[in-house]
C-alpha cells in the first residue's frame, strides 16, 4: 500500500483552446511522474514551462486534456470535491483578505472547508505559531510584510490538516532572509509528514527543499531525479565563470582550446563565459596559458542551474 504513488501522472497532457486569434496551445505535452508519500517534489523551469498548469491540473482546478493522472487515489476530474479536500493549496498571488486579520483570515478559510467552530479554533491557533505570526494575530493583513504574508498563506493553506501541500513559486518576490525563514518552515512541515509538491525557478530553493524534482521546459519533461542525481548525470564537477572585456574573441579561443574536448564544454551567456570542467583550477590555469586575461574568474561547484542550461541551452532566469 506505501508503495502506491500518491500522485500520479502518465502521458498528462493540458491543451488549452483556441480564443480569439490565438490558435490551442499545448502548456503540457505528454509527462510522466510518480510522487511518493512524505517527499518534497519539485517542478523546476523557466517561464511558461508548464509547472503552474500542471499544479492546477493535480489541485483539481484546471481539467486535464489527455493522459491520466491520479491524486490520492482519486481522479480530479470526476472527483474534484475529494481532491479538493485533501489538498493545501499555495498560489502564487496569496488572495488573502486584505481587510482582515491574520486570525480572521484562518477562520475564514475553516468556515470555508465546513469545520467546525472548536476545531478552527484550536487549529488556528497553533496554526498562528507554525507561521510565527502570533504577535500580529490581530492585525490587518494590509499590514504585514511580503514574508509574513506568504507565512499566512502557508499557514491557511493547513487549516484542513491536508495530506499534500501545493506550492506554486513559495518564495518568489521575498528578500532573502525571508526566504530562508519560510524554507525553515517548509522544512517542518515536511519533518511532520506532509507531502510537499512545489514549483520553482530558483536553483538553490529546489537544492535546498527538494527530495526530487523534474526539470520542465517547453511543457515537457527534459530530466528527472534527485538534485544530486542531476547534477552528476548532466554536468562536470565544477564550473569556470569568466567575464571577459571582449567576449566574443575570447569565446572564440576557448572554443578552438581543449578545453572544449576531453568532456569540457563552453556555454555563452551574454554577460559571462561558463566553462564546463570537472578541476575548475586547471581550467583557469588553461585559460592563461592561451595568454586570455578575464575580469573576472570565479570557481564554483555545479548547480541546478548548469543542468537546465546544459539541458536546453538556456538560462533558467532570463
Ligand atoms: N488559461 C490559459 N489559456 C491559454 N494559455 C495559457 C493559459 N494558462 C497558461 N497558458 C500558457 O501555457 C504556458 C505554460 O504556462 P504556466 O503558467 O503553466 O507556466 P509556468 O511554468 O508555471 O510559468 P510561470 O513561472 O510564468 O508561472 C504559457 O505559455 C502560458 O502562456
Given at each position: 500500500m506505501t508503495d502506491t504513488p500518491l500522485v500520479e501522472a502518465r502521458g498528462l497532457t493540458k491543451v488549452y483552446p483556441a480564443r480569439g486569434s490565438s490558435a490551442e496551445f499545448?502548456?503540457?505535452?505528454?509527462i510522466d511522474f510518480a510522487l511518493r508519500r512524505g517527499e518534497a517534489f519539485g517542478f523546476l523551469g523557466?517561464?511558461?514551462?508548464?509547472k503552474s498548469t500542471t499544479m492546477r491540473m493535480i489541485s483539481a482546478t484546471s481539467p486535464i486534456t489527455g493522459g491520466t493522472l491520479r491524486v490520492l487515489g482519486f481522479d480530479p476530474v470526476a472527483q474534484g470535491p475529494q481532491v479538493r479536500a485533501r489538498l493545501g493549496v499555495v498560489p502564487?498571488?496569496?488572495?488573502?483578505?486584505?481587510?482582515?486579520t491574520v486570525r480572521e483570515n484562518l477562520y475564514i478559510y475553516g468556515r470555508y472547508f465546513g469545520l467546525r467552530r472548536a476545531v478552527i479554533r484550536e487549529r488556528a491557533e497553533s496554526l498562528l505559531d507554525f507561521a510565527q505570526l502570533r504577535d500580529k494575530a490581530?492585525?490587518?493583513?494590509?499590514?504585514?510584510?511580503g514574508g509574513m504574508r506568504r507565512r499566512l498563506t502557508i499557514a491557511r493553506s493547513l487549516i484542513n490538516e491536508p495530506e499534500i501541500l501545493l506550492l506554486d513559486?513559495?518564495?518568489?518576490?521575498?528578500?532573502p532572509q525571508a526566504r530562508h525563514v519560510l524554507w525553515d518552515r517548509l522544512f517542518r512541515l515536511k519533518q511532520d509528514g506532509v507531502t510537499l509538491i512545489l514549483t520553482t525557478h530558483y536553483m538553490d530553493e529546489a537544492e535546498q527543499l527538494c527530495d526530487r524534482l523534474v526539470v520542465m521546459d517547453g511543457g515537457r519533461i527534459v530530466a528527472q531525479g534527485t538534485p544530486r542525481e542531476l547534477i552528476a548525470a548532466h554536468t562536470t564537477r565544477e564550473v569556470l565563470e569568466l567575464r571577459f572585456t571582449d567576449q566574443d574573441t575570447a569565446a572564440e579561443k576557448l572554443r578552438a582550446?581543449?578545453?572544449?574536448?576531453?568532456?569540457g564544454r563552453l556555454e555563452v551567456l551574454p554577460d559571462r563565459v561558463m566553462v564546463y570542467a570537472d578541476d575548475g583550477e586547471a581550467a583557469l590555469a588553461a585559460v592563461h596559458a592561451l595568454r586570455l586575461s578575464p575580469l573576472t574568474a570565479l570557481v564554483r561547484r555545479a548547480s541546478l542551474e548548469d543542468v537546465f542550461l546544459t539541458l536546453t541551452g538556456r538560462s533558467l532566469i532570463d
Open positions: 499545448r502548456a503540457v505535452d505528454g523557466p517561464n511558461g514551462a508548464g502564487q498571488d496569496d488572495c488573502l483578505d486584505r481587510e482582515l490581530d492585525e490587518q493583513v494590509e499590514v504585514l510584510s513559486e513559495p518564495t518568489t518576490g521575498l528578500d582550446s581543449a578545453l572544449c574536448g576531453d568532456g
